[in-house]
Structure formats: structure tokens, C-alpha cells
């Protein structure tokens, strides 16, 4: 009997039990991410606006029919399959924007880096040329491109001049299909002064005390390059790499203006000219998601373009961040 009775009065008293208060470890991680999610609101709204939500909307409208006024309709895989089989355009346009990557962006990392090189190997003037050299990348885009135009036109430029008077007969540039993307490469290269003061900064933080253990061992100023200089510097070239890539996979104002200008079509108000002259041979991707996009109203075309562009730029990146292909060597 005394052990029926204890019994109700020991599950009362369980009943009566306060709730187990939180730890204070707990609430000390609670309040750390509160305060990191706090200072990562920024990031994390800018990337949901201006990233997140635009690539969601991309996807969305790639497999809809939209001519931004009516309702956009569901229509499958079609805009893939125009885009990858029936648009005459992209072939040429893909080719042009990796021929500008593959050489436009390989020549500029090679030139910048040695124009960084001779900068800081000289002992006087060095204000000067680097003066000199910076100077061009401050000139807008369409200013810079105006400019080249006037310089390399085939009749009136200065340059076809100059080649003259030593008797080389020089190229329509701009005007030539075989000669237009060069030509852009000249102009980005004219530009150098970005990628000159970020070498110049990386060589300038290479420790001085490798450079003359190097010399005691009697090394040559390419060994030098190769066993100091190089694998402390090659963090600083795959940057240069990457945003590079990323840059010209949105190649558009150089390429347009150039085209526009070397066509000599008088440019109005309510003027619509085809991207690509002379040929073709200056069209890249993001011109044409431009044109199919707002000149033509295709959105669901346009989004499939800014996926595809968005594909390649991914993929290249991703191969070039591998510490096995990449230029970062892997740790042992």
C-alpha cells in the first residue's frame, strides 16, 4: 500500500520540474551567429539581389516564350534548341569571344607582366614610365576605342602612314575580318596599366634575401625568374588570369564601337545596326544577347546566351582554380 501511494507522488513531482535552461556555451555560439550573420547581411542580400535572384530569373525565362510585354509562356527545351541548332550567329559569335579570351587574355597577362618587370628593373625615370603606361587605362572605353579607330583607319590613320614611309603596305585593321580582333588585342594591350601596377606590386613583395642567395649559387637572371620570382608571384597571375577571363567573356563596348565606327554608317537617334563588322568578325556573345534581347525581344533566346556564357566562364575558372592544372603548384 505504501509503495502504491509513493508512486503518484513521484510522478508529480516530475511533472513539477523546471525546463532545463541553455547552457551558457550555447547562448555564447548563438550570439557568434548572430553577430556573423549580422555582418554578413550585406554580402548575403547584395548576392540574393544582384546574383542569386537575376541567374533563378535567367533559368526561368530560358525555357519561356517572352517578348517583355505580353505574359511569358512555357515553352520547353525550344529556345535551347534555336540557340544551339538554328542560330546562324552563335557559331561565329562563341568563336570570336574564346579567340579573344584564349589571346587577348594571355597576351595582356604576358605583357603586363613584363612591362612590370622592366619598371622595376630601371634606376631612372621610373616615374615616368609608369606614368606613362598607366596613363591609357584612365581614358574611358568608347574614348580609347574612338581614338584607335582614328589611328589605325586604313586611308586616313596615322599609323598606315608611318608604315609607309618604310615601305610596308599596312592592313585595313578594323576594316579587314582577318585583322579586326588583333586590332582589339592592340587596344587592350594599349590599356595595360591595371594589370602593370598589380605586377609591379607582386615583384616588389618578393623577398630581396632569395635574390642574393640565388646569386651566390651563381643563377642567371632566367633562373631567377623561374626559382624566385615566379612561384611567388603565381597567386597574383592566376588572379590576373581569372578576372581576365571573366572580363572578356563580357566583352562588349570595345568590340561594338570599334565595329560601328570602321563601318562608317552614320550613327541617330532610333538607328539599329547589326554588332559584328566587318563580316562578323567582332560579334561576341554578350553582343548578342543584347540584340536578341532588346533589339529583337527574344528574352527566353538572350537568357539561354547569358547561361551558356555563364556556363563556359564557370567551367574555364573552375579549370584554372585546380591546383593540378592551374598555375598555383599543390602543396606536398
Not at 21 to 42: C, I, W
Not at 63 to 84: A, C, D, S
Not at 206 to 216: D, G, T
Amino acid at each position: 500500500m505504501a509503495l502504491s501511494l509513493s508512486t503518484p507522488a513521484k510522478s508529480a513531482g516530475r511533472g513539477t520540474e523546471p525546463a532545463p535552461r541553455t547552457s551558457p556555451l550555447r547562448r555564447k555560439r548563438n550570439r557568434e551567429r548572430l553577430r556573423t550573420l549580422g555582418f554578413l547581411s550585406p554580402w548575403l542580400v547584395g548576392f540574393s539581389v544582384f546574383f542569386g535572384y537575376p541567374l533563378i530569373a535567367t533559368v526561368y525565362f530560358s525555357f519561356m516564350h517572352y517578348n517583355q510585354i505580353k505574359e511569358p509562356t512555357f515553352v520547353g527545351l525550344r529556345n535551347w534548341r534555336y540557340v544551339l541548332e538554328q542560330m546562324p550567329l552563335f557559331g561565329p559569335a562563341l568563336w570570336n569571344t574564346l579567340w579573344l579570351v584564349v589571346v587577348m587574355v594571355a597576351l595582356r597577362v604576358a605583357f603586363g607582366l613584363g612591362i612590370g618587370l622592366l619598371i622595376t628593373k630601371i634606376k631612372t625615370g621610373v616615374g615616368l614610365f609608369r606614368t606613362a603606361f598607366y596613363i591609357p587605362y584612365l581614358a574611358p572605353p568608347v574614348a580609347a576605342t574612338v581614338a584607335f579607330v582614328f589611328l589605325l583607319n586604313p586611308s586616313t590613320g596615322p599609323v598606315n602612314e608611318i608604315l609607309s614611309w618604310v615601305g610596308l603596305h599596312g592592313p585595313s585593321w578594323f576594316n579587314d575580318p582577318n585583322w579586326s580582333k588583333p586590332s582589339l588585342v592592340l587596344l587592350s594591350l594599349w590599356g595595360i596599366g591595371d594589370l602593370m601596377v598589380i605586377f609591379m606590386a607582386s615583384l616588389l613583395d618578393v623577398p630581396k634575401e632569395q635574390y642574393e642567395a640565388a646569386e651566390l649559387d651563381g643563377a642567371g637572371s632566367w633562373t631567377k625568374f623561374r626559382y624566385v620570382t615566379w612561384p611567388t608571384i603565381t597567386p597574383i597571375v592566376l588572379f590576373a588570369v581569372v578576372t581576365g577571363v571573366v572580363q572578356t567573356m563580357q566583352y562588349y563596348t570595345q568590340a561594338l564601337v570599334a565595329g560601328k565606327l570602321a563601318s562608317g554608317v552614320s550613327i541617330g537617334p532610333g538607328t539599329v545596326i547589326q554588332p559584328g563588322y566587318p563580316d562578323h568578325s567582332t560579334l561576341t556573345v554578350p553582343q548578342l544577347v543584347y540584340s536578341m534581347g532588346f533589339q529583337n525581344f527574344n528574352t527566353g533566346a538572350a537568357c539561354v546566351l547569358s547561361l551558356v556564357l555563364f556556363a563556359i566562364a564557370m567551367a574555364v575558372t573552375l579549370l584554372l582554380m585546380r591546383k593540378s592544372v592551374g598555375l598555383i603548384p599543390a602543396e606536398d
